[in-house]
């Protein structure tokens, strides 16, 4: 700093060197103003760049863990949404049990049965009323997929949950078809021939079977198509796909023993002759006709199936009805375990979310904030640093006024 001589009068070297310093004491103390206004230790970019690129990077990872928390707290109300829902479903299954267990009485008649009946249908409307509400912006969350962003990144394994009830549980549905406690006045299905494309002579009538093997589901009510192939030596393949061309598991080799199902049956036609009805296993059965085995054969039959019901007609009846309930209750139970686990796990999610949000929030917070008490004493100190700084500019303009005594 240059030294002031006050015997030279033309620049005041001593008044500069105090303004100069009353500059910067004012600059300073306007950075801890705008802290202490702002409650921010960086106001710009220029306070301190890194510590600015740093707080921006923990600035977005808080707010994308505070939106992953919402998102799982939206999840959550979908859950107990399906599981009120699915309660709802189990209490009417109990009821039915209870009314099947009435009708397997032979106390009772004809026309009591059927009031039994009746009631039946209509806890099976209620049921399928039940899956059907249960739908959250044209998702339904009990028969469809959702999936849940419930992390701030797009790994699926760890920032992403899927809802996917009906692949999760052993039954084919939780309606009342799905769940197979249709109540009916008659337990047959019924098939019905869409179209057929055949070549090589060969022909085929599609059937309910008369029994159906227990170790295959029966097929749900839908369109499927049975696709069959006769070589020239009179080996048959057949396979039944669904509406979306996915193979359906059928009984292999038409008996039942536990290691003869598959996707495809193969048989052979016995003397020459046309085979006997072929029970696919799956509550449908084909008969063939007019093989010739002097060439290849290929058919394709389209055809649509209605599941068939459950009669409570008689004691018989009623108590094949009550298993399938009983069966249909431990269905409706997987669902809802699926549900809690799902839950539970958005649980844990969550509490990690809020220790990492809050963790995020504080090493921001250590970068950007100000600590008002420090800046409170700086502060403080440049307002006493200004006043003394402005009196010695004053002394310093009036110092040059001690030359005039050299004049008299």
């Known amino acids: 700093m240059a030294t002031a001589d006050f015997s030279r009068i033309n620049t005041n070297i001593g008044a500069l060197s105090a303004l100069n310093s009353l500059k910067s004491i004012n600059t300073k103390l306007g950075i801890h103003q705008l802290r202490l206004a702002t409650g921010k230790r960086i106001n710009s970019a220029a306070d301190d760049a890194a510590g600015l690129a740093i707080a921006a990077g923990l600035d977005t990872k808080a707010r994308g863990l505070g939106q992953a928390i919402d998102n799982i707290g939206s999840a959550k109300n979908v859950m107990t949404t399906g599981e009120g829902h699915l309660n709802n479903v189990l209490e009417i299954l109990n009821q039915m049990k209870t009314k099947a267990e009435q009708a397997a009485n032979d106390t009772l008649g004809t026309s009591e049965r059927n009031a039994i009946l009746q009631e039946l ?10 899956i059907l509400q249960a739908d959250w912006f044209g998702i339904n969350m009990l028969t469809g997929t959702m999936n849940f962003q419930i992390g701030i990144g ?14 999760s549980i052993t039954p084919t549905g939780l309606n009342s078809s799905g769940l197979d406690v249709v109540a009916s006045s008659t337990a047959t299905g019924s098939v019905t021939t ?6 090589g002579g060969i022909s085929g009538t599609l059937a309910v079977s008369s029994t159906f093997n227990t170790l295959i589901d029966e097929l749900g009510t839908g369109h499927y198509t049975l696709n069959a192939n006769v070589t020239a030596n009179g080996t048959i393949s057949i396979e039944v796909r669904d509406d979306s061309g996915t193979q359906m598991t059928i009984n292999s080799d038409t008996d039942t023993g536990t290691n003869n199902v598959g ?6 036609v016995a003397g020459g002759g046309n085979p006997a009805e072929i029970d696919l296993g799956v509550g449908v059965s084909i008969d063939l006709g007019a093989i010739s085995t002097a060439a290849a054969q290929t058919l394709s039959v389209g055809f649509d199936y209605a599941k068939g019901g459950n009669s409570v007609a008689d004691q018989d009846s009623a108590q094949v009805f009550m298993g399938k309930v009983d069966t249909a209750i431990s269905g ?31 090493s921001y917070s250590r970068i950007m904030d100000a600590d008002m008490a420090h800046e409170q004493l700086e502060a403080t100190k440049y307002q006493i640093l200004q006043q003394t700084a402005t009196a010695m500019l004053a002394q ?10 050299l004049f008299r």
């Open 121 to 130: 249908q209509k806890f099976n409307s209620q049921i399928d009323a039940e």
């Open 194 to 199: 869409s179209y057929t494309n055949a070549s």
């Open 263 to 268: 996707y495809t049956l193969t048989t052979t």
């Open 332 to 362: 409706v139970k997987e669902a809802l375990s699926y549900l809690g686990g799902q839950y539970n796990r958005l649980s844990f999610q969550e509490e990690s979310l809020s220790i990492a949000q809050l963790n995020t929030e504080s």
């Open 396 to 405: 310093a303009n009036t110092q040059p006024q001690a030359v005039l005594s």
């Open 154 to 167: 797009s790994d699926a394994t760890k920032d992403e949950l899927v809802l996917d009830v009906l692949g």
